[in-house]
């Protein structure tokens, strides 16, 4: 047991690097990504590591490993503290012998160090100047005298809360390791002392137990353990003096040299005593154990009302080896027998397993985080980019449209305006007459009705008379001309003032300033205002008075005798019998489209404004996408293995690697048996030799990770990264997978029957379905990369080029027989999975594995390109079916609008099966000519990588 803890805090010590470089690496990519200015405060928020994960990734990552020994007595944390090292450091005195001037025992802290050494001092502070025993002679168990305090230094505080500090050369401390064996029998409360035991440690926690119970103080003590540190387990272990046994004086030397476990020292007691001796002292032992038992259900029963136990036991194998899924909680435990002592070792294995997979766990939730945040953000950026231009487009039809309709009325619609003006003043003439009868004038003072007025004077009054009766009609028939068109108000203006905001609101974001909507508001005012307002309307309602006030003839006054209501009624009605409607609306169509002209100009070059403002962002958030999508993202996948791939090793270790079962372009795959309660496995070896394989490397496990788990999709269920693979400077990634029996094209070549292959196209077609309904493409369907179980039951594997439409460059990438023609364009949707769907039933039908007769002619690849984008297909066979051929021939249409979509296509599948449930099979012998020779093309299973 002493010999294995050094070896897991060695491999603890080993595992903190790593996550401490992914944390660094980690945290300089989080701080790229903000000084991008790609992201808002909000978004970078939400990928930072919250402050408690922080507070647990220091305590773990950053402080040294502390064993703290708690316990009933300094005799029994003696006895774990000599169990641990393998050796009697510490003196194992009985708590009930005691001398006089004694009363208290020292904190002992065990640290490394090349040469032994002993030093007294503050808790972590400066050392005491005091003399030890320590000092005087060699020893090889610490002198009682240094580690008992006397009476009369409790008048010194300094004195009495030091600590034993002592630097041991042994392989346990060598990790940054420390052990802390707690003072016993002080003044100080649990709080007090726990806080400087564990002050600067990630603390395991043991308790010695040496009585049959808990006392009264001890519940207490553990109670604010518990409040203390709610989420630490420990290790609680019996460890009882030796006179409580009923031995006898022999036998008790012969306990007293076997130590505290008989594996540790049982060996050197037999060179030193008897054979015969220590038979007869493990014989009495092992009868003492058998009451020891009985005595500790107290014991057991207290722990378990203070919640450190269950009474519920569970399988302990069985919770190792679950599959992780979370955070792993380890519980504490009761050892009723010092000779179960080595069961520390799986303890402290599993408490340094849990800190190490909580903090990669937190580092990988971060980054999980980060990369949800990418593909939602590509996904915006990528639908900014499709809208915008539609959206301009759509603002520019609209408002042309508009215009068009504005002239129309304007020049075919005179003689309505004339009409509508003819019936507006005679419907209002009467009521026009009257209020001018009425109107007191504002602009001259009358005297009398008997005295005569100036020509000044009475030219004022005409105004006046004048001024009150067009505006009057004046308004009139603006409401009207109004009402007129008011049907543009939901022909156009909501959907295009709507787009038009929009458009202008992302300029306002980004301190640009847009003035297409003042435009179109131009061009509805001279729409005669569709919206009407006292502000909106006062424009219009001018010119059209000034207008009015042109056309009417000049009034032939003179100087009347006096000035009442009927020559107010004579004036009016003069001035309405001299208003030309013809000449007025001619005037009104003729202002009309002159404003329509100006305001549809000042339209278009707004609209160029705004769009040459979007063309500018849409490139930069092209450049954006571009960096999110090569750069940030494949970086942040890339720690997200890492990390994931270290839980991985640290709960069920580096798979055995079996017989090699296959081969690609980019790694082997291996045979394994068995490895994290998954069998069979295959093992996906890929050496990834630059920062480009590894980035694809990356996006492909994180994208089969994340997807849930389907029956048509191969699942990842884990990875491990060998490090010490070409002597660390490439290391090796390891993906495990389920093992499936073969692939399609083994399967095809090897005689699979008509039926199956039928059943194996639905398959893939559910599983092509599957992955877009997660938004992602695969793009690399093929043969190869469908494989069968025992059933035949057909699995799609190889996501390596698998990504969503949003994450996509456009890279020219997958094997070149089943590639869609738009793929060599660079733009392609999820419809490149239907054309290779199409490719891959063509060889379902056939039957065979043999190149088509068209791609055969093929010397090169770009003969190969040319010939697909000319439209050439693979050819019919004699024995497709029409409902197989018109299928093929529509899911690889050169045109990707016309492929049919894969809710449709199943359907069809299921009744080509349906229908030759109750007939043969097609044959497949065919001509010579047709079958050709097997395909001697490089191409046939060729790769191409994104670029």
């Given at each position: 047991m002493a010999a294995n803890l050094p070896h897991e805090f060695n491999r603890y010590a080993k595992y903190c690097k790593h996550l401490r470089r992914i944390l660094k690496d980690t945290r300089h990519s989080f701080e790229d990504i903000a000084r991008s200015g790609y992201f808002d405060e909000e978004q970078l928020l939400e990928i930072r590591l919250k402050p408690k994960d922080v507070q647990t990734v220091q305590e773990v990552l950053f402080?040294?490993?502390?064993?703290?020994?708690?316990?009933?007595?300094?005799?029994?944390?003696?006895?774990?503290?000599?169990?641990?090292?393998?050796?009697?450091?510490?003196?194992?005195?009985?708590?009930?012998?005691?001398?006089?001037?004694?009363?208290?025992?020292?904190?002992?802290?065990?640290?490394?160090?090349?040469?032994?050494?002993?030093?007294?001092?503050?808790?972590?502070?400066?050392?005491?100047?005091?003399?030890?025993?320590?000092?005087?002679?060699?020893?090889?168990?610490?002198?009682?005298?240094?580690?008992?305090?006397?009476?009369?230094?409790?008048?010194?505080?300094?004195?009495?809360?030091a600590v034993l500090e002592i630097n041991l050369h042994h392989s346990i401390l060598k990790d940054d390791v420390q052990i802390v064996v707690s003072p016993s029998n002080c003044r100080f409360t649990l709080e007090q002392f726990y806080d400087v035991c564990t002050e600067g440690l990630s603390p395991i926690l043991i308790?010695?137990?040496?009585?049959?119970?808990?006392?009264?103080?001890?519940i207490t003590e553990l109670i604010e353990l518990k409040r203390k540190a709610p989420k630490s387990p420990i290790f609680f272990i019996c460890a009882r003096p030796q006179q409580s046994c009923e031995l006898t004086e022999s036998e008790q030397h012969a306990r007293s040299s076997l130590g505290t476990s008989t594996q540790t020292w049982s060996h050197s007691y037999q060179e030193r005593s008897p054979l015969h001796h220590y038979q007869l002292a493990r014989k009495r032992r092992e009868s003492f154990d058998v009451r020891l038992r009985k005595t500790s259900l107290t014991l057991f029963q207290q722990l378990c009302g203070l919640g450190f136990l269950n009474m519920l036991p569970q399988d302990v194998n069985q919770k190792r080896h679950r599959r992780y899924s979370g955070t792993i909680d380890v519980d504490s435990e009761l050892v009723e027998n010092f000779e179960n002592f080595p069961s520390i070792l799986l303890y402290v294995r599993q408490n340094l397993q849990?800190?190490?997979?909580?903090?990669?766990?937190?580092?990988?939730?971060?980054?999980?985080?980060?990369?949800?945040?990418?593909?939602?953000?590509?996904?915006?950026?990528?639908?900014?980019?499709?809208?915008?231009?539609?959206?301009?487009?759509?603002?520019?039809?609209?408002?042309?449209?508009?215009?068009?309709?504005?002239?129309?009325?304007?020049?075919?619609?005179?003689?309505?305006?004339?009409?509508?003006?003819?019936?507006?003043?005679?419907s209002m003439k009467e009521e026009l007459l009257e209020r001018a009868s009425k109107h007191e004038f504002q602009g001259v003072q009358l005297s009398g009705q008997s005295e005569p007025i100036s020509t000044r004077d009475l030219h004022v009054c005409t105004t006046e008379i004048q001024d009150l009766v067009l505006g009057t009609l004046n308004s009139a028939v603006a409401g009207k001309l109004i009402g007129s068109v008011d049907y543009l108000r939901e022909s156009f203006i909501g959907t295009l003032e709507r787009c038009l905001g929009s458009l202008e609101k992302v300029c306002k974001e980004s301190g640009e300033s847009v003035q297409a909507s003042n435009a179109l508001k131009q061009i509805l005012n001279a729409a005669y205002q569709v919206e009407v307002t006292v502000k909106t309307s006062s424009t219009f309602l001018r010119a059209l008075f000034e207008k009015m006030k042109q056309l009417v003839q000049a009034l032939p006054w003179k100087t009347p005798p006096h000035i009442d209501k009927d020559w107010k009624r004579k004036v009016a009605s003069d001035m309405l019998a001299s208003l030309s409607p013809l000449r007025l609306s001619r005037s009104i169509c003729s202002q009309f489209r002159e404003r329509l002209k100006t305001s549809h100009d000042h339209f278009a070059a707004s609209l160029r404004q705004l769009e040459a403002?979007?063309?500018?962002?849409?490139?930069?958030?092209?450049?954006?996408?571009?960096?999110?999508?090569?750069?940030?993202?494949?970086?942040?996948?890339?720690?997200?293995?890492?990390?994931?791939?270290?839980?991985?090793?640290?709960?069920?270790g580096m798979p055995q690697i079996g017989r090699e079962i296959g081969r690609g372009q980019y790694g082997v795959v291996y045979a394994c048996d068995s490895w994290g309660g998954f069998s069979p496995c295959a093992i996906k070896s890929v050496v990834p030799p630059d920062d480009k394989h590894w980035n694809d490397l990356a996006m492909e496990f994180y994208y089969t990770r994340s997807i849930p788990e389907h029956d048509r999709i191969v699942q990842i269920s884990g990875s491990v990264i060998d490090h010490s693979y070409g002597s660390g400077s490439t290391p090796a990634v390891l993906l495990i997978m389920e093992r499936l029996q073969r692939d399609l094209y083994s399967a095809i070549k090897m005689g699979l029957d008509w039926m199956c292959r039928l059943q194996v196209a639905l398959d893939v077609v559910e599983g092509i379905r599957f992955l877009h309904s997660q938004g992602l493409v695969h793009r690399d369907i093929k043969l190869k990369n469908v494989l069968l179980d025992k059933r035949n039951r057909a699995k799609i594997t190889d996501l390596?080029?698998?990504?969503?439409e949003?994450?996509?460059?456009?890279?020219?990438?997958?094997?070149?027989i089943h590639m869609a023609p738009e793929l060599f364009s660079g733009r392609y949707d999820n419809s490149v999975d239907v054309y290779a769907f199409?490719?891959?039933f063509w060889y379902i039908c056939a039957g065979h594995v043999k190149l088509p007769y068209v791609f055969e002619q093929c010397q090169s690849k770009d003969q190969l390109w040319n010939a697909v984008r000319r439209g050439a297909r693979p050819e019919r066979l004699p024995q497709f079916d029409d409902d197989c051929w018109q299928l093929m021939e529509e899911c690889w249409a050169g045109d990707p609008g016309q492929r049919p979509l894969l809710g449709d296509v199943e359907p069809r599948l299921t009744r080509i099966m349906e229908r030759y449930m109750d007939k043969p099979a097609p044959s497949s012998r065919l001509l010579e000519k047709e079958v050709g020779f097997l395909s001697s093309s490089p191409y046939i299973d060729l790769e191409f990588c994104p670029g």
């Open positions: 402080q040294s490993v502390g064993i703290v020994i708690l316990g009933q007595s300094f005799w029994a944390k003696s006895c774990v503290a000599n169990e641990l090292f393998g050796q009697p450091i510490l003196p194992t005195v009985p708590s009930g012998e005691t001398e006089k001037g004694y009363l208290n025992w020292r904190m002992v802290r065990f640290k490394y160090g090349t040469q032994t050494q002993v030093s007294l001092a503050l808790p972590n502070s400066y050392e005491l100047v005091e003399h030890l025993v320590s000092y005087d002679k060699p020893w090889h168990t610490v002198p009682l005298a240094d580690l008992k305090l006397k009476e009369e230094i409790h008048d010194d505080p300094a004195l009495e809360s308790y010695a137990i040496e009585s049959e119970s808990l006392n009264q103080r001890e849990a800190r190490l997979v909580n903090i990669a766990k937190i580092l990988n939730d971060a980054h999980n985080r980060c990369l949800r945040m990418f593909i939602m953000s590509a996904f915006s950026m990528t639908w900014d980019m499709i809208i915008t231009p539609k959206r301009l487009d759509y603002a520019r039809q609209r408002e042309a449209e508009l215009y068009e309709s504005l002239m129309k009325i304007a020049n075919e619609n005179q003689d309505e305006i004339r009409k509508l003006i003819v019936e507006t003043i005679d403002i979007h063309s500018g962002r849409l490139e930069r958030t092209e450049e954006q996408r571009l960096k999110v999508r090569k750069v940030h993202a494949p970086r942040i996948a890339k720690y997200a293995l890492e990390s994931t791939s270290l839980t991985d090793m640290i709960l069920f390596g080029f698998c990504k969503p949003a994450m996509m460059s456009g890279s020219i990438v997958g094997t070149p199409g490719i891959l």
